[in-house]
């Protein structure tokens, strides 16, 4: 079997010799540049110490410091942290942003250790890599089962280090070395939504050039993390109907197959209830699972609905299911959620799809605005975070939407080129 690495180098390839692009220099551009391996042992709370695997792949740094997320999943492996950070590369190209690409993962499923041993491995993690990090060289964030906690952790364990090295640099530099910290403590306000909301700001884009109008469209969002929740919250506060959404355990439509835009805040407050939003048919200020009908995570895939929005993990969208979608428009806020053959497929089909390196830059679009604010030394707040936020990827989206016209193609293919042409030298 292929892996992931091997397959996203195969495929831009393909898309380089379509556009003519210099075959050597992409060649040349698809290797990271360092891929570090760590190891970190975490002493567990049955006295016992356990040896965990990680990863930081810093992909390309020609237009700024190495920038990307660190994942802890039991499915990590060297290959995807490598295919993640060169997607980092094309998505702070496509959104303009002065990053290069890097992303870090640990093999570990973190619902299964204690708090305490949680901190030991990000705090770990973070000491491993210490030597290849820093604000003008590497900027973590978060990822796949990541948050403001975990990035806490790891920068206070950073600035510490370089405290005990007696670093010479100022320590609001220090802690712009990691993004999506707390908003109370040097974090951005909105970064947490940021991910989501740039997702519903090239939706809006793309249904204003299609000449559709929000309120008809039926949405169904794959995933009620940060980017899912976020994206079914702000979709909604825009007049799309919200119809159907799901976790890691399952999820919630209507009974009838009469789509009812679903109350996102109230489905939030019954999920943090219930544990999870299979149990949650909540409309208009109530809850009443008798009106719901309860889903698997691949049924939600295969809803006819207008738009859908995997928001969870990769290649969720491919060649077994991928006959089975209705949807005519796609969003891939998670990273990699439909597989290249699908891609192909559905979009011969006429189904319009906006790529990750553009749907889902919002979140390190926020990234970028937390760690200007920390080298600049200020506040930020979070309506102007937004706005900012707004603005970066209207014009992402308006590059890309003018190239795939240009080009005479698909906006993965026109993202690609656009980003390439950028970054190759
Ligand atoms: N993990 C997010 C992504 O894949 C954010 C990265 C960042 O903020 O650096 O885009």
Sequence with gaps: MTDIFSETKKSILKISKKFNLNENAVEKFLEPARVLEVKIPVKLKNGQTKVFQGFRSQHNNKLGPYKGGIRFHPQVTKEEVMAL???????????????????????????????RELEDLSRGYARAIYDV???????????????????????????????????????????????????????LAGRTEATGFGGVVV???????????????????????????????????NGFKVVAVSDSKGAITEKNHQFKALDIPLVLKCKKEKGMVSGCYCVGGV?????????????????????????????????????????????????????????????????????????????????????????????????????????????AFDNIWNEAINLKTHLKEASTVHALKKLLV
């Design 85 to 115: 950070s060169l997607w980092m590369s094309l998505k702070c190209a496509v959104a303009d942003l002065p990053y290069g690409g890097a992303k870090g993962g640990v093999i570990v499923d973190p619902k299964t250790l204690s708090e």
């Design 287 to 395: 809850c009443d699972l008798s009106k719901g009908r309860p889903l698997t995570n691949e049924e939600l895939l295969e809803l006819p609905v207008d738009i859908l929005v995997p928001s969870a993990l990769e290649n969720v969208i491919n060649k077994k299911n991928m006959t089975k979608i209705k949807a005519k428009i796609i969003i891939e806020m998670a990273n990699g959620p439909v597989s290249y053959e699908a891609y192909e497929y559905l979009t011969k089909k006429g189904v319009v799809i906006v790529p990750d390196i553009l749907a889902n830059a919002g979140g390190v679009t926020g990234s970028y605005i937390e760690w200007k604010q920390n080298i600049e030394n200020k506040k930020y707040k979070k309506e102007e975070t937004l706005k900012m936020i707004e603005g970066i990827m209207e014009l």
């Design 203 to 237: 939706l809006k884009e793309l249904v204003q050039r299609l000449g559709l109008k929000s309120e008809n469209q039926m949405v169904a969002v794959q995933g009620f993390g940060n980017v899912g929740l976020y994206f079914a919250q702000f979709a909604a506060d």
């Design 133 to 187: 990090i820093g604000a003008d060289r590497d900027v973590p964030a978060p990822d796949v089962n990541t948050n403001p906690k975990i990035m806490s952790w790891m920068v206070d364990e950073y600035v510490k280090i370089s405290k005990e090295k007696k670093v010479q640099i100022p320590e609001n530099i220090l802690y712009a070395t990691f993004t999506g910290k707390p908003d109370k403590d040097h974090g």
